[in-house]
């Protein structure tokens, strides 16, 4: 258990309709990492939180957003959803700063599947 | 930019074989490399590290050595076994705040 959770596990939507993912990092922890993952694309950064603030931006869509609260938990929010955003989403959690120490903490993912 | 190149699976192998998963990367100055795990079910979860060259990482019976001169850190393992069945994930660090993730190669070991 890596004690970072994701809730929900498992997700079913429609096209169109919006959904959010929520992430408790382990405890003590301050930064926050969302990852999507897809069969065809491998493991692909979305957005990363430091203690409330935006630090780093991968390739994370428009549609897409996200927040990190006071009590440091996290949400993922996806709007107007497309097929192709069905993927396994990771939250992984480190103490501070990556630097060279590279260590994430990862929850078991959600996985969403849109119809 | 960062990039990181992994061995395309999946790879199949029976019981006490040999493993090598290779991996590349390319990268701006000298980042730290890193192998990370995901088994059935679960979140990835760091398996070794190295943050210079030449430095070997080890692991659970698993090892990577940091090679700048083919720029490359390929995993191995002298015998596995049917519990080390997993993905395997080479990493790259970019920088305070990122890591470039290999898209991960599927092991499958039989008794």
């Known amino acids: 258990d890596s004690g970072v959770t994701q809730t929900p596990k498992h997700l079913i939507t429609a096209t169109g309709q919006r959904v959010t993912l929520r992430c408790s990092p382990r405890?003590?922890?301050?930064?926050v990492y969302w990852y999507q993952q897809s069969l065809d694309q491998g493991l692909q950064f979305l957005i990363q939180?430091?203690?409330?603030?935006?630090?780093a931006k991968g390739n994370i869509l428009e549609r897409f957003s996200a927040q990190q609260f006071p009590d440091l938990h996290s949400e993922l929010n996806l709007s107007s959803l497309e097929l192709g955003d069905s993927a396994l989403y990771f939250c992984?959690?480190?103490?501070?700063?990556?630097?060279?120490?590279?260590?994430?903490?990862f929850g078991e993912g959600s996985r969403l599947t849109v119809l | 930019g960062n990039s990181v190149t992994q061995m395309e699976g999946p790879v199949t192998l029976s019981e006490e074989a040999f493993l090598t998963i290779n991996c590349t990367y390319t990268?701006?100055?000298?980042?730290?490399l890193f192998w990370y795990v995901q088994y059935p079910g679960e979140g990835l979860q760091l398996l070794l590290k190295?943050?210079?060259?030449?430095d070997k990482g080890s692991n659970k019976g698993f090892e990577a050595t940091y090679r700048k001169e083919t720029t490359s850190f390929h995993l191995e393992k002298g015998s596995v076994q049917v519990s080390d069945s997993a993905v395997y994930f080479c990493?790259?660090?970019?920088?305070?705040?990122?890591?470039?993730f290999g898209t991960g190669t599927r092991l499958t070991v039989i008794p």
């Open positions: 992984a959690s480190s103490p501070g700063e990556l630097g060279r120490t590279g260590e994430l903490f």
């Open positions: 405890s003590g922890d301050l930064s």
């Open positions: 939180y430091y203690n409330g603030e935006e630090r």
């Open positions: 990268a701006t100055g000298y980042p730290s």
């Open positions: 190295a943050t210079k060259a030449d």
């Open positions: 990493a790259l660090g970019g920088g305070a705040n990122n890591l470039f």
